[in-house]
């Protein structure tokens, strides 16, 4: 296969034992180059992940692999001893000179980890049980980073969820109009406007600041394959200091409804209630030991906050020509704010009832 990196060079650089044999892009991810190596270890067959950090949307991918460093050691302290140990955290394979990543003549960033195998991740939910698993993942995560040892982790992205920001953003956008594709998202943008009071539900709650993963998509926690079991949580660029509702929000925009987040059928998108339910079950039997009252108190309505949100993005990425997410056809990032304010809809119809389920529940 002709593929857009030397990744047999790439790999030399890192301290893989054994005879490479292939490598092969991976994933479903929008922002960086995951490929899938594998290499022959006495006969055996063993696979790698190895990552191009996206340096346009990461600006400082050093300081970024510091702070992947510094938590997945962490995290590797905390699951040590427990079964299944090596598949509960990733695990980054140093570079030759015992580095964390390797930097490439042309200035790109590689890393190497571990690859989970027997376990996989879905792009959309399918049981309930998936959804709680998940939640549960990721409620553990945070909990076993709550004692990170200082210093404070860096912002790989600032104002990464600073909803507010990201609609100013939007406005800029609108207003350039820079790839003239404002007159094909009439109803998009209209639907926008008249949301923003959305945007400050979160930041005005005046809740703690966690050590959160930031990017909490269903296909960003690894599913045992046999027993279904919540493993390991994967992506973390975008671990740093946030409020946990931001997480929460963002498992309930993508494990509730059962369409792809850029399904062109609107009619399939839709927040299932019982999955909201057992992503709230699941989260809060990892989580409940340290989240405060109030943090319950809005678990409810972080959903909507962050799928507004990720509208907000597409929709701005769309107007300024797609420079961020990767894109596969005409119209994708559109696509992908419909389904999102769509979801924002159904959430609304609904957001009596999660209120009260929560409130039964914590
Ligand atoms: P992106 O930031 O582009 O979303 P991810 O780190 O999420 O990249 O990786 C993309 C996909 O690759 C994941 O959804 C997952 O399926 C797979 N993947 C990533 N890391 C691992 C790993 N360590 N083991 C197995 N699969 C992995
Ligand atoms: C991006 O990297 P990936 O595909 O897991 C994005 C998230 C969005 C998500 C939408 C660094 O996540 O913020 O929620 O797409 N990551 C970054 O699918 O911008
Ligand atoms: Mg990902």
């Given at each position: 296969m002709n593929l857009k990196h030397d990744i047999q060079a790439v790999v030399s650089c890192f301290r893989i034992a054994g005879r490479f044999l292939n490598a092969a892009p991976y994933g479903n991810g929008h922002i960086n180059d995951t490929y899938a190596s594998v290499f022959d270890q006495n006969g055996r067959r063993v696979r790698f992940i190895v990552q191009r950090v996206n340096h346009n949307v990461f600006k400082n991918p050093g300081a970024l692999m510091e702070n992947v460093q510094r938590v997945t050691s962490h995290l590797g302290r905390k699951v040590?001893?427990?079964?299944d140990q090596f598949r509960r955290v990733l695990t980054l394979i140093p570079t030759?000179?015992?580095?964390p990543y390797y930097r490439d003549e042309q200035g790109n960033h590689w890393r190497v980890y571990n690859f989970i195998e027997q376990a996989r991740t879905y792009d959309t939910v399918e049981s309930p049980k998936q959804a709680f698993e998940a939640a549960k993942t990721f409620g553990r995560f945070q909990k076993l980073l709550a004692d990170l040892p200082a210093p404070r982790l860096h912002d790989t992205i600032p104002d990464f969820h600073h909803t507010p920001k990201r609609f100013a953003a939007l406005e800029r956008a609108i207003e350039a109009d820079s790839a003239n594709r404002a007159k094909l998202a009439g109803p998009e943008i209209e639907f926008a406007l008249r949301h923003k009071p959305i945007c400050s539900i979160l930041l005005d709650a005046i809740l703690p600041e966690r050590v959160t993963?930031?990017?909490?998509?269903?296909?960003n926690v690894m599913l045992d394959e046999s027993t279904g079991e919540g493993l390991c949580v994967i992506d973390?660029?975008?671990?740093?200091?946030?409020?946990v509702l931001y997480d929460f929000g963002d498992m309930a925009r993508t494990t509730t409804s059962p369409a792809r987040e850029d399904e062109r059928d609107l009619s399939k998108v839709a927040m299932q209630f019982p999955m909201f339910e057992a992503l709230v079950r699941g989260y809060l039997a990892s989580a409940s030991e340290f989240l405060t009252a109030r943090e319950r108190q809005f678990l409810a309505y972080s959903a909507k906050v962050i799928t507004f949100e990720i509208g907000i993005r597409f929709l701005a990425d769309f107007l300024a020509g797609d420079t961020y997410f990767k894109v596969h056809r005409e119209g994708h990032n559109l696509d992908r704010c419909r389904t999102q304010f769509k979801l924002v809809e159904s959430i609304e119809r609904q957001e009596e009832q999660m209120i009260k389920l929560v409130e039964t529940l914590s």
């Open positions: 040590a001893g427990e079964s030759l000179d015992g580095g993963h930031n990017d909490t998509k269903l296909n973390l660029d975008t671990v740093m200091p946030g409020l």
